[in-house]
């Protein structure tokens, strides 16, 4: 293959599908406070020999509807394959995927910097059982197998080898989530995200290195940015460069080589016989595709029309909840306004509480209140940022507080007025040495009538009177 980047890397993601039941059996997906393990399983799941697999329809709905919001071209017909392998956590020693025909191919996301990353793939298979190691891999004695996580669906995507960094790969799966979450088909409360990256680099002629089972999107990129080091290294020592499978050590955030890398015919897939060929419809593709909700990229261009920054929009439009809530906002509040608060302002108090914003209960009518409180310039900046944390801690009515506080802006300009005349007379020595030139003496005068009004002053108008006052005389 011919890159024009340095770096070169694609990644095979595997997303777990929010359905109650699992792929292939009733069984529920979702893990109960405290279970046991091996409790929530039946026969088909352990991977007993005579049981059956039927296929979950609402898992293949979920799927459907991830692959076209991917773009992509969908199988008329859904065939299931088995991969075999050798290994305690799949008990038939075969996985049931999908090999020679996926369900989706040929498909895209545009991420917010308009880059196009490609699909190659996206495939249904199940989750193998949980290996539970005491202490670490290396150390553990024994090797425990739970089943309760086995049968789960998954949906795998693949990339083409179209992103460029591991920056780049990050925005990639930031994007996947924000779409994920739009089409309400994975909980990021008890649903697994797990990575699988290639990387390779110009200096080694592209020969690539394979990261195995990278859990978390900070993970992924510290593996990639380790890959990328490493690779360089080699090539200095001029080491041999041999395709290889690596694991990922989030203790010691480094990489080390599984086996020199498998090919796909390694696992001998041969389709499987228990599962019919499942049609799928024009009709139902229509409808699906008709009943997918606004996705982030076009959120992101409608805030762009109403008038917001693009990064704003996209940052925005990224989170779901974030981006319903500017939507509601932004009918009767000014959209760059609310883009300030809930994009910029919000966002740092978030930080500051180590919070984020699905985690916080915000309603929008107090949100409301507050900016046409500040569009109406009723309060100031310094106390409207003052209500908005304490509205990220519990719902109240700004308005309501603002009366019951007395937190209403000091506009009155005779009040203003006074307020400044006795700030100059108190301090003639900060008059005289801004008059010489120091600006920091004008802006201790206008640091005086904030303290005195309790931040309830517009700077802007205090520093506008200050300096009519002193001109003056
Ligand atoms: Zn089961
Ligand atoms: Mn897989």
């Not at 991420?111 to 891999?137: C, F, Q, T, W, Y």
């Not at 301090?427 to 004008?442: C, H, L, M, R």
């Amino acid at each position: 293959m011919n890159f024009t980047s340095d770096i070169v890397i694609g990644l095979e993601i595997h997303l777990q599908l929010n359905t109650k039941t699992k792929l292939f059996c009733s069984c529920s997906t979702k893990p109960i406070k405290d279970e046991s393990p091996n409790s929530r399983t039946c026969p088909t799941c352990l991977g007993h020999p005579g049981s059956k697999p039927i296929l979950n329809k609402a898992a293949i709905d979920f799927a459907l509807k991830l692959a076209l919001a991917l773009n992509c071209k969908i199988t008329p017909q859904l065939i299931f394959s088995r991969k075999s392998y050798f290994y305690p956590d799949l008990a038939k020693n075969y996985q049931i995927t999908q090999y020679e025909i996926p369900l989706g191919e040929n498909g895209y996301i545009i991420l917010p910097n308009k880059k196009k990353v490609r699909i190659n793939r996206v495939h249904m298979e199940e989750d193998p059982a949980a290996l539970v190691h005491k202490g670490s891999m290396q150390t553990s004695p024994y090797v425990l197998a739970d089943y309760n996580r086995s049968g789960n669906p998954l949906c795998e995507i693949v990339t083409e080898p179209d992103l460029e960094s591991p920056e780049e790969a990050r925005e990639f799966l930031n994007s996947l989530i924000a779409i994920v979450n739009y089409l309400n088909i994975f909980d990021s409360n008890h649903c697994i995200i797990k990575a699988d990256a290639n990387i390779s680099i110009k200096e080694s002629g592209y020969v690539r290195s394979e990261v195995k089972n990278i859990s978390g999107f900070k993970e992924i990129e510290r593996a990639l940015f380790y890959e990328v080091e490493r690779q360089k290294l080699a090539i200095k020592k001029n080491e041999v460069f041999v395709q290889d499978t690596r694991a990922w050590d989030t203790n010691t955030r480094s990489t080390s080589r599984l086996r020199t890398k498998e090919t796909e015919a390694d696992y001998g897939y041969i389709l499987d016989p228990d599962l019919v060929v499942t049609d799928i419809t024009q009709d139902q593709i229509s409808k699906i595709k008709s009943d997918l909700p606004q996705l982030p990229t076009q959120k992101a261009e409608k805030f762009i029309k109403q008038g917001l920054k693009e990064e704003d929009a996209h940052i925005l439009a990224q989170e779901k909840s974030l981006a319903h809530l500017f939507e509601k906002v932004s009918i009767s509040i000014d959209p760059i306004l609310a883009a300030k608060w809930l994009r910029h302002e919000l966002s740092k108090f978030l930080n500051l509480k180590n919070k984020t914003f699905s985690e916080i209960d915000i309603d929008e009518t107090h949100i409301i209140e507050l900016l046409n409180l500040v569009a109406e310039n009723k309060i100031t900046d310094l106390t409207a940022r003052d209500l908005l944390e304490k509205l990220i801690d519990k719902p109240f009515s700004p308005q309501a507080y603002v009366i019951a506080n007395n937190l209403q802006a000091v506009s009155d300009e005779g009040e203003l007025t006074k307020l400044c005349k006795d700030a100059i007379k108190q301090n003639p020595q900060a008059v005289e040495d801004f008059k010489a030139g120091n600006s920091k003496s004008f802006n201790f005068l206008v640091g005086k009538i904030m303290a005195t009004t309790k931040g309830k002053a517009s700077p802007a108008e205090v520093s506008k009177i200050i300096k009519e006052l002193i001109d003056k005389n």
